[in-house]
């Protein structure tokens, strides 16, 4: 059974560091994995795709990398600032006869001081 | 372009009472999915629609859950009687396809609380 396991559970750092969040997965059987972010009360927002051909991605101050045999994946934050405080949830899609099918980490809950 | 929509927000009910949600997918997304999220945890996979079939409902608990996706459009997670194990979010998300390159979009969820 895919698990999916976040750390840390929670980070706070001050303006303008960057920062690293790490995601393990026990199967590399995965299709893809996505980062996804979860404001307070709302649903969840695709960050970054990462399908299982590929090393990376990137989106403006945010790469994700994916290193399919050792079952890990990372999020680099760059200067990070107060609007990105939010929970961060790592998800691997499963291959096989379950496409489509989502299995999501705890999360980790971002704090970024001012 | 409108997001997925959900209702109610929020909800409190008393165990053994009946409770629906709905769900609005973005337009022209074929594929839906309903997750349970409880706090501190990443949402789970109840159910999982493409277009009216549900393809996957391996996690949904039938004894007292229900779901439907009447034209492959709008759908509605029902449970009857609800039990207090069952206050938490629930998540709706769609997507155009089930493929490797699919993004979900998920909705702001719909909060229950069972008391």
């Known amino acids: 059974k895919q698990e999916v396991t976040q750390i840390p559970a929670a980070l706070s750092v001050p303006e303008g560091e960057n920062l690293v969040l790490n995601c393990s997965f026990t199967d590399s059987a995965i299709y893809n994995l996505q980062w996804f972010r979860q404001d307070p009360g709302k649903g969840l927002t695709s960050l970054l795709l990462i399908q299982s051909s590929q090393r990376e991605q990137t989106s403006g101050r945010l790469n994700a990398s994916l290193d399919k045999s050792s079952g890990r994946s990372t999020l680099y934050i760059a200067a990070s600032q107060p609007g990105d405080s939010a929970t961060y949830l790592c998800a691997v899609r499963l291959d096989g006869g379950s496409q489509g099918n989502l299995i999501f980490g705890k999360g980790t809950k971002l704090s970024v001081k001012p | 372009e409108a997001g997925v929509v959900q209702s109610p927000r929020y909800k409190i009910i008393e165990k053994k009472q009946p409770v629906a949600f709905w769900c609005n997918p973005i337009?022209?997304?074929?594929?839906l999915y309903w997750y349970l999220q409880n706090l501190g945890q990443g949402p789970e996979l109840l159910i999982r629609?493409?277009?009216?079939?549900?393809?996957?409902d391996s996690q949904l608990p039938k004894d007292r859950f229900s779901a439907e996706r009447l034209k492959g459009v709008d759908s509605t997670l029902k449970i009857q009687p609800a039990e207090l194990g069952d206050s938490a979010v629930y998540l709706c998300a769609s997507s155009t396809r089930a493929g490797e390159g699919e993004t979900q979009y998920f909705g702001p969820g719909t909060r229950l609380l069972v008391l």
């Open positions: 629609y493409e277009n009216e079939e549900a393809v996957d």
């Open positions: 337009s022209g997304h074929n594929t």
